[in-house]
Nanobody
Framework: QIQLVESGGGLVQAGGSLRLFCAAS????????IAWFRQVPGKERELVAS????????FDGDFGKGRSTISRDGAGRSVYLQMHSLQPAASAVYLC??????????????WGPGAQVTVSS
């Protein structure tokens, strides 16, 4: 397992944009497929978007479609989640997760602590 750290969360006004970052402590994310999930208290964790270990494929969950873009940096050290046109319903804790290679959408084994995103109306 690797240690993941999210950053870039915070408070944003409705209609605004936000970029979240996911990085591994002390190493690159090379070889790992990365996903962003969101968690709202009392609700199930929800996939926002994912990107394959080789960067060749991305997948948007229902929440992420039309409102987010996931990408990897060229050096393989970070994965970004760019979100736009945010509304208060987007408020949640956003977590990044990793799995080596890719075995399936429910096979993420390493998780970051999460970054709070709050969208004010």
């Amino acid at each position: 397992q690797i240690q993941l750290v999210e950053s870039g969360g915070g408070l944003v006004q409705a209609g605004g944009s936000l970029r979240l970052f996911c990085a591994a402590s002390g190493r690159s994310l090379g070889g790992y497929s990365i996903a962003w999930f969101r968690q709202v208290p009392g609700k199930e964790r929800e996939l926002v978007a994912s990107v394959l270990w080789n960067g060749d494929g991305t997948f948007d969950g229902d929440f992420g479609k039309g409102r987010s873009t996931i990408s990897r940096d060229g050096a393989g050290r970070s994965v970004y989640l760019q979100m736009h046109s945010l509304q208060p319903a987007a408020s949640a804790v956003y977590l990044c997760a990793a799995q080596f290679g890719y075995s399936g959408p429910n096979r993420y084994t390493s998780w970051g602590p999460g970054a709070q995103v709050t969208v004010s109306s």
